[in-house]
């Protein structure tokens, strides 16, 4: 069947009209999920595949572009994945998380349709389900700038994506059993770079090649799993050019600090000596560094990478600095034909201020992570289902906690966590970090300005220090220890949205919750309603579906 005619039937069917956008071209992709055994680290051990691929497919997009994925579930348990830092505006039925969708049962498929709406840049994707992240079943997504739309640089000769992340030799499966008894996952066993960790025996082959001479551009995202890992290329030096989906201003690095869930893109030029060159990625913040190295290859090059690798920064004071240098570009154009600057952010009075803030605790003896003092639990119901099908008080409580961190935050309740907000507000959220350990945080539907970082306790005087110029739009923040971060975005995305830890441990036990944003002009103008293609599950599974609540 040719592309447009399948165009065709999605634009005339009615469960996708609201997810598909006729006029737009559409990418078409069916992937098979099953397990597959590798040896990542030199140890045999089960993973998870795509296509038989690990890590996974690259998407590769363009503004604006319809995403239309089949997804087999060959797996022996329900799997959902979600698509890290696309907006999915007006359109939460297809973020993949357990809030939002029924996962996909095991031998059965589903097929996600979502368009990269007004979007450019670097972004991965992941499993929610389980522990699944820690098998595999990841990758890349870029979504290109259309050509009427310039980008602020020259058009590299090549753009390589770059997943780095640590890796344990334990199963998913074996890793969640040891959570579900009440334990953490330990240190990891090592780090990879696109799967594969380099032996340095002469005998790897290379991950990139490189033309003498020319400029590359190479996309660097952190899918690990605890670690925050520090980047850098033997002799070369990086210029900065995008964050998660905004230009950045251009400096150059001789490393970055990538944390977990975060993407950079930067270009690299081939001025040295022709022959390999070591990319490395090693661990921090940790006592003891565990490093990664993969081979870059200049094309007619001769010898071998030098043995003796650079060095990577110390201490979490000059990663601070690092993320204070990063700004937005004002100057250069965004998804559409005007400068990134054009959104004042900085000039908009605050409606709301959320402090959040972590912690772990022991809940019959077992190990949970709450945030405010709950811990999160997935109910067999989606939210989003419940909250549809009007049974939302059956299933989740809204507001259960406040919008500031209890004193006590040893005291922990175990249940969903999702909190209420009005539709369009302009909120700042604080995510207090009041633990020894470095914290990464992911917000789902929305852009977020990371407007600051600082050690110790917040305070409202705190916001003399703010960026309120250009602060990078993102979906990512840190938070160093004993330190806050604080973010800016506007509520402007109807829908049920998850603010997570980036940490899947953290995350499977407790440390994330849930924004329900409504749709206060029940209209499809600002969000769709439920696809006929959703799957359902939970107590509404026999339930009639209610009719279209929102007109067109």
């Known amino acids: 069947m040719s592309g447009m005619m399948l165009l065709l039937l999605l634009c005339l069917s009615l469960g996708t009209i609201s997810v598909v956008h006729c006029g737009d071209p559409t990418l078409n992709f069916e992937w098979n999920v099953t397990h597959g055994t590798l040896s990542p680290l030199g140890v045999p051990q089960q993973v998870i595949l795509i296509n038989g691929q690990f890590p996974g497919p690259n998407i590769n997009s363009t503004t604006n572009n319809n995403i239309v994925l089949n997804v087999f579930n060959n797996l022996d348990e329900p799997f959902l994945l979600t698509w890290s830092g696309i907006q999915q505006r007006k359109n939460s039925w297809q973020d993949g998380t357990p809030g939002t969708m029924c996962p996909i049962p095991a031998g059965k ?38 050509l009427m739309i310039p980008v602020p640089y020259d058009t590299p000769e090549d753009d390589y994506t770059v997943l780095i992340g640590d890796w344990y030799t334990k199963s998913h499966n074996a890793l969640k059993k040891l959570l579900d008894s009440g334990r953490s996952m330990a240190r990891p066993d090592g780090v990879l770079i696109n799967g594969k960790d380099a032996k340095g025996d002469g005998k790897d082959e290379p991950l990139f090649t490189m033309k003498a ?15 925050t890992l520090n980047f850098r290329i033997q002799e070369h030096w990086m210029t900065l050019v995008e964050m998660e989906g905004s230009h950045t201003v251009q400096n150059t690095y001789q490393s970055l600090d990538v944390h977990l869930g975060q993407c950079m893109a930067v270009l690299v030029t081939a001025d040295k000596d022709p022959k390999d060159y070591y990319m490395v990625a090693s661990t921090r913040f940790t006592k003891s ?130 909190v209420h907000q009005n539709h369009r507000d302009f909120v700042e959220i604080i995510f207090e970090n009041h633990e020894k350990s470095l914290q990464a945080w992911h917000v789902s ?25 250009d602060a990078v739009s993102r979906h990512t923040i840190q938070v160093y220890p004993k330190s806050w971060a604080a973010i800016m ?64």
């Open 109 to 146: 498929n589903f097929t996600y349709h979502f368009q990269v709406k007004d979007q450019i840049g670097s972004f991965i994707y992941y499993p929610t389900t389980a522990m699944h992240r820690a098998g595999g079943a990841f990758g890349g997504l870029r979504v290109n700038s259309r």
């Open 213 to 227: 001479g020319k400029t590359y551009k190479y996309r660097i995202c952190n899918i690990g799993l605890k670690s």
């Open 289 to 418: 560094v565990l490093t990664g190295k993969g081979i870059i290859r200049y094309e007619n090059g001769k010898g071998p990478a030098d043995p003796e690798l650079p060095e990577a920064p110390e201490g979490w004071a000059w990663s601070l600095n690092q993320f204070r240098s990063f700004r937005w570009n004002l100057t250069s154009s965004a998804a559409r034909p005007n400068p990134q600057g054009s959104y004042h952010y900085g000039k908009i009075n605050i409606s709301r201020t959320i402090r959040l803030a972590n912690a772990a605790s022991k809940v019959d003896g077992k190990l949970r992570y709450s945030i405010n003092g709950v811990s999160h639990v997935d109910p067999e119901t989606p939210l989003k289902l419940a909250e549809y099908y009007g049974v939302g008080d059956k299933v989740f409580k809204t507001d259960t906690i406040k919008d500031e961190p209890p004193e006590d935050e040893t005291k922990v309740e175990v249940h969903p966590n999702v």
């Open 445 to 469: 539907g929305y852009a977020i300005f990371a407007v600051a970082i600082e050690p110790g306790r917040w305070d409202p005087e705190k916001r003399k220090n703010y960026n309120l110029l």
């Open 489 to 552: 975005t506007s509520f402007d995305n109807p829908g049920m949205w998850n603010i997570r830890s980036e940490h899947p441990e953290r995350r499977y036990l407790g440390q994330q919750l849930y924004i329900t944003v409504p749709n206060p002009n029940r209209s499809t103008r600002d969000e769709y309603n439920m696809p006929d293609t959703a799957l359902v599950c939970g107590i509404v599974k026999d339930m009639p579906k209610p009719p279209p609540p929102y007109a067109n």
